[in-house]
């Protein structure tokens, strides 16, 4: 006690103070907890690159004040150290300033354990978050929190180029927080809902990063059964139906891609990221169009807000417009700067040809029979090609007819010939079920 009020009677004076001219003296005398409070709120409204040595100055004042005892100004003051230093780009000293936090400060960090998930998270892009996770497991030993950190390092891991041991590592990393969140009989415990989803959403980019379609679709099939049932942060709910599109998309799947994809985009929107909401917007027009709506994706309010934020988005619009108006022209014409975009590169061979099958269907109905160049000029492509588009036609019982190779012509059944049929099979229909009146009524009888 003699100690503390040795130093408070080294660090604080009286001042007075004469704004009013009376003269009178006013003593503001301050306690050591008191004036690092001060220093703490005066840092913590400093901004930018003077952040840093205002901290500092925190860490000298509770070094001074407090007599060598850490305090939760203290810990907070080395965490904002570090995180205006990671956004500075000054990250050298970063594993030493959280090794000082861990170590120094376990008193508050125990009161605070959340504060290290937090931190973490926004440490993210760090090129050595592995570290500062292994450094936290040192003082964190209950199973929930090393979790978090777990899937923190997952997250972190994903993000990077994988290499064969980069691979191994996050497949380690992912198996140990899932053991953590399953039952004794291997089942996934549905108390952790939200940590699962945490970790199928790492489980299915991995697979996707591996180009492992089969296991990414895996994975997304067991997401999507919990994504009702907690409360997961949108960005993983985007994520999760993001991948879950791209997986479907692979297997031409396209009505359900585009509905995963309508999920990704809402939940990017809603969590404001930008970026990761347009791509999915790209690829949830062409899962549209390919599945054959006739729906315009523009008609949603999500979508249609993106169309003053992102000038490629625009392009999207032109091409929707296109294919669903069956303007070959100026589709040919919208479709060449998405030739180019690496989100949707290798769809848009699909729907150019699904253009041209829809123009081939229109161009067809008042003929009998018509040349194969003749159609394949109106919807510009070669004549193999368009026969190539006929045949496909013919197989899915689009088109009735047949092909004269000789004369490069389309042969179309004659309404005649489809009128027979039918009457035919009417026929046909009538006699059976006169028979079967006959047989009821002579057992009746």
Known sequence: MM???????????????????????????LSPEDALDNAWRDAKEIKGDGQIAAMKDVLEKEKTLMEGEKTNYGF??????????????????????????????????????????????????????????????????DKLNRTKLLI?????????????????????????AHSSCKNSDGTDDTNNVNLLLDIYCLKIQLAEKKSNNKEAKNFFDKAFVLTDRGMASNAVLGAIFGCGGRARMRESKFAEASQFFFEAVKNYDQCRKQEEAIECLKLKVFSSLLSGSKVNPFDDQVANSYLRQSTAIANYERVVKDVLSKNADAFLINIKPLQRDETV?????????????????????????????????????????????????????????????????????????????????????????????????????
Do not use: C
């Not at 704004?19 to 006013?26: L, M």
């Not at 923190?152 to 140990?176: A, F, H, P």
């Not at 394949?376 to 004269?404: F, Y």
């Open 152 to 176: 923190i390092k997952g997250k972190s891991l994903v993000k990077q180029n994988l290499t064969d041991s980069l691979v191994k590592n996050l497949s380690e990393t992912l198996e140990s």
């Open 76 to 141: 907070k003051a080395v965490k904002h150290i570090m995180i205006a230093s990671f956004q500075a780009g000054q990250t050298d000293d970063l594993e030493k300033w959280f090794k000082t936090w861990v170590n120094d400060y376990k008193t508050p960090l125990k009161e605070h354990l959340q504060a290290v998930t937090k931190l973490l998270e926004k440490l993210i892009d760090f090129h050595n978050l592995s570290a500062l996770v292994e450094l936290a497991f040192s003082v964190i030993h």
């Open 345 to 445: 590169k290798e769809y848009v061979s699909l729907l150019k040809r699904l253009i041209q099958k829809d123009l081939f269907l229109d161009i067809v109905k008042p003929y009998s029979n018509i040349s194969l160049s003749f159609v394949a000029t109106r919807i510009h492509t070669t004549p193999e090609e368009t026969e190539s588009i006929l045949v496909e036609l013919i197989l899915n019982k689009q088109i009735r007819g047949t092909i004269d190779q000789a004369t490069g012509t389309l042969v179309l059944k004659r309404a005649q010939q489809t009128y027979e049929q039918f009457y035919g099979g009417l026929n046909q229909v009538s006699s059976a079920v006169d028979k079967i009146q006959r047989n009821v009524l002579s057992v009746i009888s």
């Open 3 to 29: 100690n503390r009020l040795k130093t408070l009677m080294k660090v604080m004076a009286v001042t007075a103070d004469d704004n009013s001219g009376s003269g009178v003296d006013v003593g503001d005398d």
